[in-house]
């Protein structure tokens, strides 16, 4: 029986190929194709490989890919640096004859990041490594809304986003963005534990009731940190356009801070100010 990490090496395997087509590799197309992206047998001619040993590894078959073996898949692949350590994460993993214990104890945000929080005059929250949001500062309450408002397992960036109740149609342009972000950094928490309880419920309630996320998670993309930009409409202010940025905090994997940021000077940075204001004057005891 293979392991979690030896399916996920070979689903990953097979996503990339998929993506390929024979031209972006230099080979021709050879007439009529069965399959998207190209053959296994043309991924392991390019990185050298018998077919049957790609294919026990694509299959998630009982095999130990040495380092030779996932650089010649990862050039074969094209692969970019963070695919790149994303494969030899899954391959050393998978390799591995007794899994490595992994930490599941409740995530914590250390009290210092609570401090942190608290001074930051920017919104800021902390994410948990599956994205649970695990704590954020007033400013971040003001424009994302009340967190409190949600039960505390619901409290989760992907469940939010593809909660159809709170965003709708989903008409905004950068929201498929977005997903691939938060599905790109669950993906790579999923390649240090594929079995983690958490990980498996949100995956499995997103795939079951949502035909995007299950478009979007087949791709297999990976994030380690990430960041862009987003415009809100807050009714108190106005539209405003943030840059956001993620920080990894102490742990591996561990939790990550998630800062929204303007640029000095700007309108944006105005208006951020002014919602500061708003929301400490509607703050208990004001």
Not at 17 to 31: A, K, M, T, Y
Not at 195 to 221: C, K, M, Q, Y
Not at 223 to 239: A, I, N
């Amino acid at each position: 029986m293979s392991s979690p990490y030896a399916r996920e090496l070979g689903d990953f395997l097979r996503a990339r190929r998929s993506r390929l087509s024979p031209r972006d590799v230099g080979l021709e197309p050879g007439g009529r194709r069965k399959v998207a992206g190209l053959r296994r047998e043309e991924i392991a001619l390019l990185a050298g490989l018998s077919t049957d040993y790609y294919q026990r590894i694509e299959q998630g078959r009982e095999v130990r890919p040495s380092d030779d073996v996932l650089a010649a898949l990862a050039g074969a692949l094209g692969l970019g640096d963070e695919e790149r350590r994303h494969l030899f994460a899954l391959g050393h993993a998978a390799r591995r004859p007794v899994p490595v214990p992994v930490d599941r104890a409740p995530e914590r945000v250390p009290e210092g990041t609570r401090r942190l929080l608290r001074v930051t005059d920017t919104p800021a929250v902390v994410l948990g490594r599956h994205l649970d949001l695990l704590d954020w500062n007033p400013l971040a309450e003001a424009l994302l809304g009340d967190p409190g408002a949600y039960p505390p397992d619901r409290l989760n960036m992907l469940l939010l986003l593809f909660d159809d109740a709170r965003t709708g149609r989903r008409t905004c342009q950068d929201w498929e963005q977005r997903a691939l972000d938060y599905i790109g950094m669950m993906r790579a928490a999923v390649a240090t534990d594929p079995t983690h309880p958490r990980a498996t419920a949100i995956v499995g309630e997103l795939s079951i009731r949502s035909a995007e996320f299950r478009r979007l998670w087949a791709r297999h993309d990976v994030r380690g940190s990430v960041h862009g930009t987003k415009t809100f409409r807050v009714p108190e202010v106005g539209e405003l356009r943030l840059d956001w940025d993620t920080y990894p905090l102490p742990g591996n994997p561990g939790p990550v801070l998630l800062v929204f940021t303007a640029e000095p000077g700007s309108a944006d940075a105005d208006r951020l100010r002014l919602l500061a204001s708003w929301h400490a004057s509607r703050a208990p005891g004001c």
